[in-house]
């Protein structure tokens, strides 16, 4: 799948990103794109909701055969700017981030001449990729790797100065430049740095700051430490010496308007101060969510159709209740009367709920045709007064409902899937139908009679439930109803996998997978390994993204589902259902029905389903290797786990850091996060969307069924060799690129070859 478009989901599925793949020989980041990249930096480095940044935001264009830096206020100028000059590139003024790049020989070797030795061939000879130039050098003493473009050290054996950490009195690593290990040793929670020449300790760390108790950054200085942790929410300095929080910014109440958060403090009074100037606002103790203080109304006493005042408690509300003659007090979120001081003889009432008592029937009956789907029934004699109920009604896609043996039959053409046991109102030998799946009614040769309201259980069901399905079972049931070169046949145990890993109901992601591939048989399906039509936007469904296999898709869903839709942290959670799913999943308002009830089809619901245990999300999941070679570059300072830090439990442990900038070894990914080897060899993973994949590209654009040939020889030719093949969605690390219109690349199998390069994009 193409990273970009990992990197950004949650904004994607607001509809932010829609714009077309990068090219492949010189990459650009949309202006969309880069916005959006912009403001989740932001909120990343802990920034207020409402905060603006107070420098100029601009986009220069620097050359390496010159000292020109030209600045645009628009990315599109300086892109275009610099396409016409020669080894050029665009760096965002903000964040340092290359955004587009002519360079094919970024990094430079240089080598110290030793005195009385001739100089070295290698010196001042120029490398396409961090790694060539790495393998090349780094058994060749005194030697340094640059980056061309800014003259920083990348990497370095000539030790001017030693980083040695906690409880070590030998360097962890060595430097040639100071900035470059402070950077290193900032990165750690506590580390000196020493001058070998001068036996002197240059710089110490005496305080760490930590951001949502996550390790950020150590300084010398309380002063430093508290200017850097001043600009982000939730932080905190702690004085190494003795272990205590010396100073903090940690939220402790939020602030909400209208259901906005607009504002969070640590301190209750701070809180109250700002809440108390202000209208419809609610304070909430973040540890408890404990209510400290609302002025929004919860309540207003109605006399008639008429409002007379509001409350923000209901004591209040039926104290004044009472002074007022035919008054009831009515509950705001749910509009239902709590209290009335008299009984009315008026009811309306919406699907048998009662919403409104009158004492008057002309009063109940301005108020009822105000609304739709409701009846005036009189509440001494049960008399039906009043209806504006629909007298015929159709099922939004043709289906009834039937009972037999005690469970409900959906009937749908020559179709019939047992859904459920019935609801007590639903009987054999009856036919029933509803507008919206919910709001059933019984089918009389009269007209049509509301009788209740029930949708199909698995609508409710916890998503993060397991499944009562085995793998073989599922691969029984994608068999018998699939055609043969469904591309789900045989997919059981990714579905179970997944389950095991993200802890997502099976059952639920094979309905999923069945509705929106057409069983399996969908162009994206076949040629984009994209079961769930992720990114196939209304408007442009041929942005569907492109997945590395099947079973990374489904893993990747399972991931995307859990952690945005059924985690309560989630972005679009709405609760933990399919219900709760339909409010931002999908436009069409019958999704939920339409996925509970391929569910029916594969399993009758049972009441038991629901006692199935909760999973949680597991820190060991399926991994994804990148081919060899891979790196990444990180777009802001890293912190590496001992696994994914997503998974539900005792967080993971925090194993060291990457500073800002620096490009390292990326060995694949589990969904959401890259597996990553730091310097000191241990492995860990990272949030991928901090991280710039530096030279992987996708396999993309490639005709359905068909393959892209690498060819082995020097020189690239369609004659050459045929040494392996791979398909759309298929990652490549490049070694070279010569910009003749291939690309020479290595795959998973780590064979080397010659691609076209029509047929790669580049990946970030």
């Not at 965002?92 to 001449?113: H, M, W």
């Not at 020559?414 to 139908?433: Q, R």
């Not at 967080?651 to 490009?663: D, E, F, L, N, Q």
């Not at 398909?727 to 690129?737: C, D, E, M, P, Q």
């Amino acid at each position: 799948m193409n990273r970009q478009q990992m990197m950004f989901f949650a904004l994607t599925m607001a509809g932010v990103l829609t714009s077309s793949p990068m090219a492949a020989q010189a990459f650009t980041i949309p202006q969309s794109v880069y916005s959006a990249w912009q403001t989740r930096t932001r909120s990343f480095d802990g920034m207020s909701r409402t905060a603006t940044t107070s420098h100029t935001h601009t986009f220069e264009v620097r050359t390496l055969h010159s000292a020109l830096v030209k600045s645009f206020s628009t990315l599109g100028a300086a892109v275009t700017y610099a396409k016409s000059k020669k080894d050029a590139a665009v760096i965002d003024s903000l964040s340092g981030a290359v955004l587009y790049t002519t360079i094919r020989n970024l990094y430079k070797v240089q080598v110290e001449q030793v005195k009385g030795s001739a100089p070295s061939s290698l010196n001042n000879t120029y490398f396409p990729s961090f790694s060539d130039a790495l393998t090349t050098i780094q058994q060749i003493p005194n030697a340094s790797i640059l980056n061309r473009l800014t003259g920083s050290v990348l990497w370095s054996n000539a030790a001017n100065y030693w980083v040695i950490t906690q409880g070590s009195t030998v360097p962890a690593a060595t430097y040639q430049s100071l900035s470059d290990a402070m950077t290193a040793a900032q990165g750690q929670k506590n580390a000196t740095i020493e001058s070998p020449e001068t036996q002197t300790t240059v710089w110490q760390a005496n305080y760490q700051v930590l951001v949502g108790g996550v390790f950020t950054k150590s300084f010398k200085t309380l002063s430093d430490a508290k200017a850097y942790a001043v600009n982000s929410e939730n932080a905190e300095v702690v004085a190494i010496a003795t272990g205590k929080d010396v100073w903090d910014n940690i939220a402790r109440y939020d602030v909400y308007q209208n259901g906005a958060l607009i504002q969070q403090f640590s301190q209750e009074s701070e809180a109250l101060s700002f809440a108390k100037t202000l209208s419809n606002v609610t304070v909430v103790q973040i540890s408890s969510q404990a209510t400290v203080f609302t002025n929004v109304p919860q309540y207003f006493v109605e006399v008639g159709a008429k409002v007379m005042q509001s409350f923000t408690a209901l004591p209040p509300a039926i104290a004044y209740a009472k002074t007022q003659s035919g008054a009831v007090v009515i509950q705001i979120n749910n509009n239902q009367i709590v209290w009335s001081g008299a009984t009315g003889t008026y009811g309306v009432y919406r699907y048998l709920q009662l919403v409104r008592s009158f004492s008057t029937l002309s009063a109940a009956q301005a108020y009822a045709k105000t609304l739709d789907h409701v009846q005036i029934v009189n509440t001494i004699t049960q008399q039906v007064l009043y209806s504006n109920y629909p007298t015929f009604v159709k099922t939004p896609y043709g289906d009834t409902l039937t009972v037999q043996n005690g469970l409900i039959v959906d009937n749908w053409g020559k179709l019939s899937i047992t859904w459920a046991p019935a609801p007590p109102f639903m009987t054999s030998g009856n036919t029933y139908v509803s507008p919206d799946y919910n709001h059933w009614y019984k089918v009389l040769p009269s007209g049509d009679k509301y009788v209740g309201s029930w949708e199909n259980p698995y609508q409710t069901l916890n998503l993060e439930t397991s499944s009562t399905m085995t793998a073989s079972q599922i691969n029984r049931f994608i068999a018998t109803h699939a055609v043969s070169t469904s591309v789900l046949q045989g997919t059981g145990k990714y579905f179970i996998e997944a389950q095991d890993a993200y802890g997502v109901n099976a059952e639920y992601l094979v309905a999923h997978a069945i509705i929106e591939s057409a069983w399996g048989t969908s162009y994206f399906a076949t040629n984009r390994d994209n079961l769930f039509g992720y990114e196939a936007y209304t408007t442009n469904p041929n942005a569907a993204a492109t997945f590395r296999s099947i079973e990374y898709d489904i893993n990747f869903q399972a991931w995307f589902v859990r952690n945005s839709y059924l985690n309560q942290t989630g972005s679009f959670y709405n609760g933990p259902n399919l219900d709760g799913m339909n409010v931002d999943y999908a436009t069409d308002p019958y999704w939920a029905s339409s996925i509970g009830r391929i569910m029916s089809e594969i399993a009758t619901y049972s009441p038991s389903m629901a006692a199935q245990p909760l999973l949680s999300e597991q820190a060991v999941r399926p991994f994804f290797a990148y081919p060899p070679g891979a790196t990444g570059q990180a777009v802001t300072t890293l912190s590496v786990y001992e696994a994914p830090a997503d998974a539900q439990g005792t967080a993971p442990k925090v194993i060291g850091s990457i500073a800002k900038g620096t490009i390292f070894p990326t060995l694949g990914d589990s969904p959401g996060w890259d597996k990553v080897k730091l310097t000191n060899g241990v492995v860990g993973f990272v949030n991928w969307n901090n991280v710039s994949l530096q030279n992987m590209v996708e396999v993309t654009g490639i005709d359905a069924g068909s393959v892209l040939n690498l060819r082995s020889s020097q020189v690239a030719s369609t004659t050459a060799n045929i040494v392996d093949t791979v398909t759309n969605g298929t990652y490549l690390v490049v070694l070279k690129s010569p910009g003749n219109g291939w690309d020479y690349v290595v795959d998973g199998a780590g064979k080397q070859g010659w691609v076209a390069s029509q047929y790669v994009q580049v990946i970030h």
